[in-house]
């Protein structure tokens, strides 16, 4: 399932969708990477709420996404994280160090102001 | 009927999603907790990804057991893949022969209550873990 962005203001909001394939995080970060640009967006908000599962793959990628993204002039702020994925991702070793991170939207999107 | 297992063919990226929604549900319906389920579903989707990744195809079989009056889930992830030549290193937080943070092994080894691996270079691999209700 395609990860739809949204644009509001300078900053872009992504919002994942629970069924979230290996390709669609991969188009994900080849989107943004392109619409910062296009857009001349100075931060990106990445809406997890709806994913029910982080695992190495999706916790690299995200990482990677926020590299990128720096490098391309915004900052990124993941938002969301259910109690039970960051219960699972810790369990499994997993953390995103260097990425910020915001308990909803709002707070988000204040981050970036 | 109600079905007591799931066998989910791993050969592309868009399996990883199917077989970790269907032990999802299989499992939800033995009484684990939202956070247990999350677990199962990020052990799962290691051991698919692992198959993509090394072995291009294989199986994902989750079944619900119960044992001295214990219930959980058995997850069975085999392929036939070229096997992995040494297992210790397999299972050493940090390895990884593809660059992938290579936390996969330990980490659902660590999410999980048993965990067996079986593997033979040229044969494939097998992996067997069972989580509990607690």
């Given at each position: 399932m395609k990860v739809p962005i949204l644009k509001q203001g300078n900053i872009l909001i992504a919002t994942i969708q629970s069924a979230l394939t290996d390709q669609d995080l991969i188009s994900l970060k080849d989107n943004l990477s392109h619409q910062v640009i296009q857009h001349r967006s100075h931060g990106v908000v990445i809406d997890?709420?709806?994913?029910d599962v982080m695992d190495s793959f999706s916790t690299r990628t995200l990482r990677n996404i926020a590299s990128i993204l720096k490098l391309r002039g915004a900052d990124t702020v993941i938002v969301g994280m259910q109690p039970d994925v960051a219960f699972a991702m810790v369990q499994l070793g997993l953390t995103l160090p260097n990425v910020k991170t915001a308990r909803d939207l709002e707070e988000g999107l204040t981050l970036l102001k | 009927m109600k079905s007591f297992q799931v066998s989910v063919s791993i050969i592309s990226d868009a399996d990883i999603v199917t077989a970790r929604q269907q032990a999802r549900e299989l499992a939800k319906t033995f009484g684990f907790s939202s956070s247990e389920l999350a677990v199962i579903a990020a052990a799962i989707s290691e051991l698919a990804r692992n198959i993509v990744s090394y072995a291009k195809k294989g199986t994902i079989f989750v079944k619900l057991i119960q044992e001295q009056g214990k219930k959980g889930v058995l997850i069975v992830a085999e392929d036939q893949g070229?096997?992995?030549?040494d297992l210790h290193l397999a299972m050493q937080?940090?390895?990884s022969t593809m660059n992938s943070?290579?936390?996969?092994l330990p980490g659902v080894k660590r999410l999980m209550d048993t965990f067996e691996i079986q593997s033979t270079v040229g044969q494939g691999t097998a992996v067997t873990a069972k989580k509990w209700v607690m």
């Open positions: 997890i709420t709806e994913l | 070229p096997g992995i030549p937080d940090g390895y943070l290579g936390l996969g």
